[in-house]
């Protein structure tokens, strides 16, 4: 007859036996039949029962083997190997798989696929029979945790692992049993003989499960779990505290840093802003005249000038400054003719040569030495328009410098560039900023006067060349010399004015170009920077080619990524003045390519 695994009760038959498991264990509280273990489910008092109590379940069984004697010895069928001593009996399994007690069946029963073997000792072989009793053990487990009614997840109560499997677990728990076995060195037969003991006071030896965060003992696997719970519960909001003012104190550090490298930025932005302000003379040192008394009061502390040399100059400054009109000290006059007779003498390498009308140079002084090379090519151009009767209406004399920087500020009164009278805040007068091609431009356009800015904005050779600049500028010279004779001379004076040449720091006067025999083009240029007793070497013919060559540029001196170029071409009417000045709000210059 079937009987209960929990309480030992026999039932006559299997449905009854399911209806008492699910009236009395099921719903009811359950039990640990061997120690004070209660309030379990099923599922767990049979995991308990098959961990915890396995020798005294083996004992029963043996107990119970004995008393049924040769009950059912008449239904085994034995098989006696000569080399054992083992009978291998076959019996018919229980219908749905519902497990019998270790009472009703034969010592190491193992239940599967409806087999059962059963294991018998022998006086000759007590090892053998010691090895038997393991198996039966293990296998007396595996029936147990065979019922299908056990589904779900197991934990194991020695670590934090969770198994879905019970067989897992199983073999999981025997694994931490070896490794503590191991660990105490404690024989078999004083774990036997305790729980003998224990036994026989009639006292259940509970497990107790060690919380491996503060080694806690917790009387069962459910209790260890809420416990360990709650480590990992308060170490994870102490983890979320501690995060969080981690990520305060960071972004702290790091609004900190960016804060620092803003100020140390900003303090970098304004020292560049101060170096270009000086560089471009707009930091309010003072302009022309400032700048020409400091020049002379050093010369004079230094002994290079006398008291009387500087009080003159000074009042001679003063007139011109008053006057409006340059004191022509820095003026070099007839050096396009004297390009001119050189060039029908001694150029034998140059199979052309277009020059300007005749030009002035004007060379920087100490009062603009260092930023005034833009108002000295403005002069150069003014000087040989002069010479131009279609340009009468242009003031008689060259104006100075800052009577130039005044003509600046009058056009952007008219409206003529706005946005370089903002760069520079309406203001040249008293100052020592550089102009360019913007300038020029507006100043003219002010006057009358036909210009227009060509923008070389990228090298178009190689080597970062412009070859495409010396192509214009020859277009430029011999156009109006082609128009007068089919086959031009070797020589020839043009009356343009000169063009003015800007690039990057500094400014020229382009008076010239020469084509050699291998078809090479080279520009020559009027440089503020060299000095009159310099440019007066041009006018002697023992040192004109000396001077000759240090006018010449060709393609491979002119390097610069950028340039632009401003040519004057005539007179503007009224309408037209007032339609550049108008269209010069956004100033667009012709560029090439």
Not at 457 to 469: A, E, I, S, V, Y
Request: aromatic content about 6%.
């Amino acid at each position: 007859m079937p009987v209960c695994d929990i309480c030992c009760e026999e039932l006559p038959s299997e449905a009854e036996m399911r209806t008492h498991l699910l009236l009395s264990h099921m719903e009811n509280v359950m039990a640990c039949p061997f120690c004070s273990l209660s309030g379990v489910s099923y599922d767990e008092l049979s995991f308990h029962i098959s961990i915890a109590h396995i020798d005294k379940d083996c004992q029963d069984t043996k107990t119970t083997v004995a008393d049924s004697g040769q009950e059912n010895l008449n239904d085994w069928t034995a098989q006696r190997p000569s080399s054992t001593k083992t009978s291998n009996v076959n019996v018919k399994n229980m219908d749905k798989g519902i497990s019998t007690s270790p009472k009703s069946s034969p010592p190491a029963v193992a239940r599967a696929s409806g087999a059962i073997k059963l294991v018998r000792t022998t006086p000759t072989s007590s090892n053998n029979a010691t090895r038997e009793r393991k198996d039966g053990r293990r296998k007396s487990k595996q029936k147990r945790l065979s019922s299908p009614l056990k589904e779900g997840c197991f934990s194991c109560p020695m670590c934090s692992l969770v198994c879905k499997d019970c067989f897992i677990l199983q073999e999981h728990v025997e694994l931490h049993l070896q490794d503590q076995d191991a660990a105490e060195g404690a024989g078999p037969e004083a774990g036997t003989s305790t729980e003998a003991s224990s036994t026989s006071n009639g006292r259940s030896a509970v497990m107790d499960y060690e919380c491996p965060m503060c080694s806690l003992s917790c009387p069962s696997s459910s209790s260890l779990q809420e416990h360990v719970e709650l480590h990992l519960e308060y170490g994870s909001a102490s983890a979320t505290g501690h995060s969080s003012e981690d990520l305060t104190l960071a972004r702290k550090l790091q609004e900190e840093e960016e804060q620092k490298w803003r100020e140390a930025e900003t303090r970098r932005e304004a020292e560049d802003f101060k170096k270009l302000q000086k560089q471009f003379g707009l930091d309010n040192s003072g302009g022309y005249r400032k700048q020409m008394e400091r020049t002379m009061e050093r010369a004079v502390s230094r002994g290079q000038m006398v008291p009387a040399e500087f009080h003159r100059k000074k009042v001679e400054m003063l007139e011109s400054l008053a006057s409006g009109m340059d004191d022509g000290r820095s003026k070099t006059s007839g050096l396009v003719e004297a390009l001119c007779r050189y060039y029908q003498k001694d150029a034998s390498d140059c199979a052309h040569v277009w020059l300007c009308a005749e030009t002035d140079h004007y060379s920087s002084s100490e009062g603009d030495k260092g930023w005034g090379c833009g108002y000295r090519n403005f002069q150069m151009l003014l000087s040989s328009l002069h010479r131009m009767e279609q340009y009468n209406l242009l003031p008689v004399s060259v104006p100075s410098i800052p009577r130039v920087q005044a003509l600046i500020e009058e056009a952007w009164g008219q409206g003529a560039d706005p946005q370089g009278a903002s760069h520079f805040n309406h203001r040249l007068q008293g100052t020592r900023a550089w102009i360019g091609a913007t300038e020029i431009y507006a100043v003219f356009t002010s006057l009358s006067v036909k210009a227009r800015i060509v923008d070389f904005h990228k090298p178009t050779g190689p080597g970062d060349t412009h070859p495409r600049l010396f192509e214009w500028v020859k277009q430029y010279f011999s156009h109006s010399a082609s128009r007068v004779a089919r086959l031009p001379p070797k020589v020839v004076q043009t009356t343009l004015p000169p063009i003015y040449l800007q690039h990057q720091g500094h400014s020229r006067s382009i008076v010239g170009v020469e084509q050699k025999v291998n078809g090479n083009l080279c520009l020559l240029l009027f440089d503020p920077g060299c000095a009159p007793r310099e440019m007066r070497r041009v006018l002697s013919q023992d040192t004109a080619a000396t001077m000759v060559r240090r006018m010449r540029k060709f393609s491979g001196g002119l390097k610069h990524r950028q340039y632009q170029a401003v040519a004057v071409e005539g007179l503007l009417t009224p309408e037209e003045k007032r339609s550049r000045i108008l269209n010069s709000r956004t100033l667009c210059a012709e560029k090439i390519p």
